[in-house]
């Protein structure tokens, strides 16, 4: 849940990043906004270059000069936080020189299908402030960390940025950012080392993109930022200013509740009323008609309807759905005419299987190597599997069709098998007329008609939705787990807002954590399953694992990817004393700290208590009574849902 960010080497951070900017705009604004930005880049660079000077003149690293570097540092970040509401979008990776958290990246940009994940090294401000904590540290070392912070801002000063910022599109979707981001990442601790500087960065933050608004407004009063978002910006400064210095006591529910996601509303609504474009490949996965951050539709990771996502009549989409839900319990697309997605994703236990660690396998005197996760939500992921393996729920789905050790069929097993059934072959046939570049019946037909079942599945919400979304009360129990998740739990850092999985802000690529999940409840071995190494074999990657979803959490149960724990106090107890390192295991790229989170008992039941509250209203799941009929005689009998 939380980082170990001075770890030697961490993690993958999968960001979908960018650029295809406008070239130009139909709104280009005078060129007063674009000086204050060249100025403030200036002063920045002006600092941070006597930083380096200041380091370079060093004979060695000690005591007192490091305590300098430290504060010298703090005050530099807080001059980068005065123009992040820029540079984060014009160029996020650039950006990484300055304020990278992680020392190793992998980037894949979502688009697997197109390329390899590729090795990025961080740099920057967290990087040298972690790095001043090593032992042995040295300047040559630290040098290394801030010089490429130097080439980054002179990139930033270049016209092709500035003309992309003197656009009113640019400043829109830079606010959507940083709206998204003070909810999910500027509040967390996720790149702030010291969390005695978070509520002074955030400060910083703010009045300086009040300023910017203000600014704004003189200079394009034809497409200004509304008083009603003002007085909202307001309140939220005068709010985190009452705050105090200590972070653990921030009160991060009123935050985004009373002003947060209020803020992204009223620009939602902007944006949607100026009819603005974005030219920036940073926002692909944004949805322009959301208008709360706790909104279901926020993000698009996935072709909810695969091939059948151009179907707009209704009654056929009808159809398809309920194919779906006859094929979801149909042993049918098995082997051997036992084996159903429901055999593993038990409908009436929320789509998992609740009652064993992992599943019975395709042999039915083994079990699947991984737990099975809940299929509620799935929607809202780049990639799929513990791993990361696949990037489309079709292909997940066929894959696990044609996996020999869960239901061992083939494509052409299961073309036949679905050719054998009157009711299946008429249904597809009508169906591919819909499918004009598939004209024939492929598995990808199959897979889809499962993906158009199970797309309602995605849309629930949760008590705590409708709270801090301001229609529905919500426990003082709750609230204070959602503060200690989103804070000294440091549970945000991986798990996201709204999803509260692994994909953040801007919500275009997946996190991969390493935690040292146990080989079994007594942790005295870490468990061998590599993760995302099986994938892509990088060291960073050895026993990284998808972060899921913490909605509904408290009924889907077991939990990690071997299903090692049968409670969620066993999973917070784990993560309170600094998962599998804290427990002893060898884990050198853990990427959850080691130290104890020292939670109190009270603490652990409120967090306990939010997590409950994400427990999502409204799934009622009953498999059908009966199956399409097979002339073929190993199918002649079968079993809604499968014998095992």
């Known amino acids: ?356 660690r992992t599943p019975v396998a395709f042999n039915p005197s083994s079990l699947v190597a991984r737990n099975a996760p809940s299929l509620l939500n799935v929607f809202h992921n780049h990639l799929l599997l513990a791993d990361g393996k696949h990037y489309q729920i079709e292909e997940q789905i066929i894959g696990v069709i044609y996996n020999p050790n869960e239901m061992g069929n083939t494509e052409e097993g299961l073309l036949r098998n679905i050719a054998s059934s009157k009711y299946y072959r008429e249904r597809f046939e009508k169906f591919a007329r819909y499918t004009p570049a598939y004209p024939k019946v492929t598995a990808r037909h199959v897979a889809s008609a499962i993906l158009v079942y199970l797309s309602d599945y995605s849309d629930f919400e949760s008590p705590f939705d409708r709270a801090i979304n301001g229609s529905f009360g919500i426990s003082k129990a709750v609230k204070d787990g959602f503060n200690v998740f989103m804070g000294k739990a440091q549970c945000a850092t991986c798990h996201f807002v709204p999803l509260f999985n692994g994909v953040k802000p801007p919500y275009t690529g997946s996190e991969f954590e390493v935690i040292g999940v146990p080989a079994d409840t007594t942790a005295k071995h870490l468990s061998e399953d590599t993760g995302r190494y099986t994938v892509h074999q990088a060291d960073e990657m050895k026993n990284a694992f998808r972060t899921g979803t913490v909605r509904n959490a408290a009924r889907t149960m077991p939990y990690m990817h071997n299903g090692v724990f049968s409670t969620l106090d066993q999973v917070l107890q784990f993560y309170n004393h600094g998962g599998g390192a804290g427990h002893g295991l060898s884990v050198i790229n853990q990427t959850l700290a080691s130290d104890s989170l020292h939670l109190s008992a009270d603490e652990m039941s409120n967090l306990k208590a939010f997590i409950t509250a994400l427990n999502e209203d409204g799934f009622i799941q009953e498999p059908p009574k009966s199956l399409p009929q097979s002339h073929l005689k190993t199918y002649k009998n079968r079993i809604v849902g499968g014998n095992y």
């Open 1 to 356: 849940m939380r980082k170990r960010l001075s770890a030697a080497i961490t993690l993958i951070t999968f960001s979908a990043l960018f650029i295809a900017l406008l070239s130009s705009s139909p709104h280009p604004l005078p060129e007063n906004l674009s000086m204050h930005y060249s100025g403030s880049l200036t002063t920045l660079s002006t600092r941070w270059q006597t930083l380096i000077h200041s380091v370079e003149s060093l004979e060695k690293l000690d005591t007192g000069n490091i305590q300098e570097i430290r504060d010298s540092i703090h005050q530099l970040r807080l001059s980068l936080k005065r123009v992040d509401f820029w540079l984060r979008y014009l160029d996020p990776l650039l950006y990484k020189k300055l304020n990278a958290p992680l020392p190793v990246e992998w980037e894949v940009e979502v688009f697997e299908k197109f390329e390899s994940p590729y090795r990025r090294d961080g740099a920057g401000l967290i990087l040298a402030e972690l790095y001043l904590d090593e032992p042995d540290a040295n300047k040559q070392v630290l040098l290394s960390l801030l010089r490429p912070g130097v080439e980054a801002l002179s990139d930033f000063s270049s016209d092709s940025l500035k003309k992309v910022l003197n656009t009113v599109e640019c400043y829109y979707f830079s606010n959507r950012l940083f709206i998204l981001n003070l909810a999910a990442i500027y509040t967390t601790g996720f790149e702030c080392p010291d969390q005695k500087q978070i509520v002074p960065e955030l400060i910083a933050m703010l009045q300086a993109n009040r300023f910017n608004s203000t600014l704004f407004n003189a200079q394009f009063p034809e497409h200004q930022i509304s008083p009603e978002y003002h007085h909202v910006y307001d309140g939220c400064i005068e709010f985190v200013k009452k705050q105090g210095g200590d972070y653990s006591q921030f009160d991060h529910y009123t935050f985004i509740n009373r002003y947060v996601n209020k803020l992204y509303q009223i620009n939602a609504k902007q944006i949607k009323t100026l009819q603005l474009r974005s030219g920036s490949m940073i926002d692909y996965s944004l949805n322009n008609n959301a208008e709360s951050i706790f909104s279901k539709n926020l993000f698009v990771a996935q072709a909810r309807y695969g091939l059948f996502s151009g179907v707009s009549d209704k009654q056929v989409l009808r159809e398809i759905e309920e194919t779906g839900r006859f094929l979801f319990s149909d042993p049918l697309l098995s082997g051997n005419g036992k084996r159903s997605c429901a055999s593993c994703h038990k409908p009436d236990q929320f789509f998992t299987d609740t009652t064993r």
